[in-house]
């Protein structure tokens, strides 16, 4: 079985704010993916970054970060100088062995002006 | 990139009536598609996969046959909410799976999503 914990259910900040999203997972595979979406309002699911089990470096993309810590099972996401346009639900979701992709709760993120 | 185009965004529909969605790769061929739900403020849950020239596999608690989902070709999928009720609006969302040239390289990409509102 395999299983997402996003623990916090809403983050409010203030714009220019850095933003860490939390995400531990559990698998017994040792070969698994995991992923990040952002949902804005609208509802479409945007594709932000896949990692493979095999890949612990940290990235950076644009004001984007993950760190991916197989020893503590997390794979956190945090938004440098964070803007208005970043308010959004965040998923983290994780896919191993031939199972399908699951999803965590969810965190909805709002960033104020 | 893997673009999934679904259709349509947004349906109201009396109770009682059955409405069709349909989700469409539209540069590539996607063996396998999945149908979420999702209701307010909660996670996507995964209804059923289905792979094209075969049965869609349900999820536990999901009616099969309140919920069609036919993959005939390789680049659609469609879900038909039969005879709906107003407890079936939510967000359905459709997912298909891409695999590149690596075997190891594959990506979910999803639709844009459908609003349906049973009144």
């Known amino acids: 079985a395999q299983k997402v914990t996003q623990a916090q259910t809403e983050i409010s900040v203030v714009e220019k704010e850095d933003v860490t999203l939390d995400c531990v997972y559990e698998?017994?595979?040792?070969?698994?993916?995991l992923f990040w979406y952002k949902q804005p309002p609208s509802g479409e699911l945007v594709f932000l970054i896949r990692?493979?089990?095999?890949?612990?470096q940290n990235e950076i993309s644009g004001r984007y970060s993950w760190n991916f810590q197989k020893s503590t099972s997390s794979f956190n996401f945090t938004i440098t100088a964070s803007q208005v346009v970043d308010s959004a639900v965040y998923f983290c979701?994780?896919?191993?062995?031939?199972?399908?992709?699951?999803f965590g709760k969810g965190t909805m993120l709002l960033v104020s002006p | 990139g893997a673009v999934v185009s679904q259709h349509p965004s947004w349906v109201i529909c009396k109770s009682g009536t059955s409405v069709k969605i349909e989700c469409r790769s539209l540069d590539f061929q996607a063996t396998t598609m999945f149908w979420y739900r999702q209701f307010p403020k909660q996670s996507l849950m995964l209804m059923a996969t289905s792979n094209e020239g075969s049965k869609a596999t349900y999820e536990q608690g999901v009616e099969k046959d309140k919920f069609l989902i036919n993959h005939a070709s390789l680049t659609l999928s469609t879900l038909t909410v039969t005879s709906a009720h107003p407890e079936d609006s939510s967000f359905y969302i459709c997912s298909a799976l891409s695999r590149g040239q690596g075997a190891s390289d594959y990506g979910y990409t999803f639709g844009s999503g459908t609003r349906l509102t049973v009144v």
């Open positions: 990692r493979n089990s095999f890949d612990e």
């Open positions: 698998t017994r595979d040792t070969t698994y993916y």
């Open positions: 979701a994780l896919i191993s062995g031939y199972s399908t992709l699951t």
